[in-house]
């Protein structure tokens, strides 16, 4: 296996809580095999086939009342969404079990039905090897919100344009502070975006999102120049004097949609559902609140969290139930 396959994961947890069970040996691995896309630290599951929303309980249209949703730890835009719609359907009779799972497992269940839903895919670019691979066995539901891969900079560092990084390396110590090794963002930057800008004399520092938050963190308080791998939608965005860098040769590529997928035949099973998240939309401002109140609010508190949120923008939560 390739390092790039162990080393398969995007961020590491800052706001989920969940139980976590063994995953299948071989499933991992086929998997991880030619993996290129964004997770968490890995999280994998064990169970038998036949999701889909099964057929086993009244309701949403003949589907089952009873569903499983995939979450990565630490991709809090995916907390975010998850912790949601676990209270949005519970409220409205559904069982929901949230599974923490790495990139790989969470699209290998939903594919096999293990699983039946994920509301945080990147495509059709971060998560296209994924998609390659398993779009015969799986539907897409929604595009709800976009997501974009980046370098980023505290406001007081002149550097506006990753163009700017080229000619002055010494300030940032020759380093871009990464995420987990295997990410789909590390992987454009190391092969796309380092050397498209000419960026030789920099390093680029893997490791984890909470440390590159962490290393983030001190830098500012010390006014020191940085600069670092991160994404939006993104609560630092809000809590720290940040900005991206400029990407005028477009080495990130363009974004993502934020897509709920399903095992395939899913919303056939469960239209009632289905025609809930057809309707499902937020805005970057939107999402960047609900997930900097979950930031704030801590583990454990998701839920409630989401909840609160969902009384402070009623208006936008009963459109998506509206008609």
């Not at 790039?4 to 994961?9: G, H, I, L, V």
């Not at 976009?146 to 900079?153: D, H, R, S, Y």
């Not at 025609?275 to 979950?294: E, H, I, P, V, Y």
Request: include cysteine; aromatic fraction near 8%; charge should be neutral.
């Amino acid at each position: 296996m390739s390092t790039e396959a162990q080393n398969m994961s995007r961020r590491t947890p800052t706001l989920a809580r969940l139980t976590r069970t063994p995953v299948v040996a071989a499933l991992l691995a086929a998997a991880l095999l030619g993996a290129t896309g964004c997770s968490g630290n890995p999280r994998s599951f064990s169970g038998s086939g036949g999701g889909g929303g099964g057929d086993d309980a009244s309701g949403g249209g003949g589907g089952s009342k009873s569903v499983s949703i995939a979450v990565i730890d630490g991709w809090d835009e995916d907390v975010a969404a998850t912790y949601l719609w676990k209270q949005l359907l519970e409220e409205r009779g559904y069982t929901v079990e949230v599974r923490a799972l790495d990139v790989a497992s969470t699209f290998t269940g939903v594919a096999q039905g293990q699983v039946d839903m994920y509301l945080d895919a990147w495509l059709p670019v971060t998560h296209a090897a994924y998609w390659a691979r398993y779009q015969n066995r799986l539907e897409s539901l929604s595009t709800w919100s976009e997501g974009k891969n980046m370098l980023a900079v505290p406001d007081y560092v002149q550097a506006k344009t990753i163009d700017d990084l080229k000619t002055n390396p010494a300030p940032f110590n020759g380093r871009i502070v990464g995420i987990e090794a295997g990410a789909g963002l590390m992987k454009a930057t190391r092969e796309k975006v380092m050397p498209g800008y000419g960026l030789g004399g920099y390093q680029l520092i893997e490791g984890s999102s909470a440390a590159m938050l962490a290393t983030l963190d001190s830098a500012i308080k010390q006014k020191k120049p940085i600069v670092v791998t991160l994404w939006q939608p993104h609560w630092a965005f809000s809590r720290f004097p940040i900005r991206p860098l400029e990407d005028p040769k477009g080495a990130f590529g363009k974004p993502d949609e934020l897509q709920v997928i399903a095992t395939k035949g899913f919303g056939e099973k469960n239209p009632e559902l289905a025609g809930w998240m057809k309707k499902f939309k937020l805005t970057q401002d939107q999402l960047a609140s609900l997930t900097l109140a979950l930031h704030n609010a801590g583990k454990g508190k998701e839920q409630e969290t989401a909840k609160q949120w969902m009384t402070q923008n009623k208006a936008v939560v009963d459109a998506w139930f509206a008609g």
